[in-house]
């Protein structure tokens, strides 16, 4: 008997295993099926799916290499025609079936790897690459993002006619933290502007790897100049960030407890949240406060307060009136919940005096209005 209660079962899935505790094949409620196959290290080589006509289903294959790293991936058809960006493999007893399949795809992600297992490029369909470069701690140093920067698609994956589309770097301290991302400005070449138009870009102001803050020229993209956008994070000795700097030096700035609780973020603009916990670790107080960008307006402050019972649950929630007054005393200012033994929150009294209860998650039973008036019952 399915969920649906229907007799016969109607909404069944079943799945099939191989010997090694292998998902070799699901069946759908419809019919439908999805079909897995392996090699002899568990590798998941091929998947077929849609109709059961093997000569009509949808099958991707997935290329190994001898250390297990994934090699290729192709696709399920040929679907510009063209021989160069395709390849063909054979699977011996593919999927059970005791015979040989031989299936021929587009390429759609060719990996390369160093000695170490580390991905160096990628190649897509196309011939477009992205190319890695690592520091010897392995890191990622250095991102590059190579293709065409126009006209019709390759029909090959040789890559000829690339040019350099992207390029990110990535910074480390000697705690292989991550302290700087910089992203080259430039124009790729070939790129031309039909109205032969200066392009320019100033920069913001944060120099690399250092706290002069003087990178702020403004250079002309079209002359073949290029620069940068930063973007740095400082992190304090227990590796908790502190400062989030963008490129024009706009600054979020992250408080801690001596717990590595946040106790207060303030933003660029010098807005600001503050959280207050109990003993427990529970968060009972946030207070945000709002400036103006106007010198004679104050800076408006919120405060939301919130209560737990001795299983840490929430049950109180308080927030400040109209007035901005918080009160425990006004109940249109107050959120009340309660639970069951199995801690599902089972009523809930709104600010707005409305009452909801139920009896498992996600399933009202009954609500009332503010004047306890039944408004639905399942």
């Keep these: 008997l399915d969920a649906t209660g229907s007799t016969p ?109 580390r991905t160096v ?16 701690l392995g890191n990622v140093i250095r991102v590059e993002q190579k293709g065409q920067i126009g006209g019709p698609s390759a029909t090959d994956r040789s890559g000829f006619g690339n040019v350099l589309l992207a390029r990110t770097h990535q910074y480390f301290d000697e705690g292989g933290r991550q302290y700087e991302t910089q992203r080259d400005v430039f124009l790729p070449s070939g790129v031309t502007l039909g109205s032969g138009r200066a392009v320019t870009h100033t920069e913001g102001g944060l120099l690399h790897n250092s706290a002069a803050n003087t990178h702020n020229a403004t250079v002309t993209l079209t002359a073949g100049q290029s620069t940068y956008v930063l973007e740095r994070t400082e992190l304090d000795r227990a590796s908790r960030v502190t400062h989030q700097i963008s490129d024009d030096l706009g600054t979020i700035v992250t408080a801690y407890d001596g717990v590595n609780r946040v106790i207060k973020v303030t933003d660029p603009e010098g807005n600001s949240e503050e959280t207050t916990y109990d003993a427990n670790g529970n968060g009972i107080q946030i207070k945000r406060v709002d400036k103006s960008q106007l010198a004679d307006v104050a800076d408006e402050v919120f405060i939301t307060k919130f209560a737990y019972d001795v299983m840490n649950r929430q049950t109180w929630v308080e927030t400040q009136g109209p007035d901005g007054d918080i009160t425990t005393t006004a109940d249109n200012q107050i959120t009340r919940i309660a639970y069951n033994s199995r801690d599902l929150a089972t009523h809930c009294l709104h600010l707005d005096m409305s009452f909801h209860k139920a009896h498992t998650p996600g399933e009202m039973i009954e609500r009332l209005d503010g004047d306890v008036t039944a408004l639905t019952r399942s």
Excluded: M
């Design 9 to 117: 079962s109607r909404l069944v899935t079943t799945w099939q295993y191989d010997r090694n505790g292998n998902r070799t094949k699901e069946t759908r409620p419809e019919g439908n099926t999805v079909e897995w196959d392996y090699d002899e290290r568990n590798l998941p080589i091929a998947e077929r799916r849609g109709v059961n006509d093997p000569t009509v289903a949808a099958t991707t294959v997935n290329v190994h290499d001898g250390n297990g790293n994934l090699k290729e991936a192709i696709d399920a058809a040929d679907t510009d025609g063209s021989p160069g960006n395709n390849d063909t493999v054979t699977i011996q007893d593919a999927f059970g079936s005791g015979t040989a399949l031989v299936h021929t795809g587009d390429v759609e992600a060719e990996h390369v790897y160093d000695g170490y297992d």
């Design 121 to 136: 490029v990628t190649i897509d369909a196309v011939g477009g690459t992205t190319e890695r470069a690592y520091d010897p």
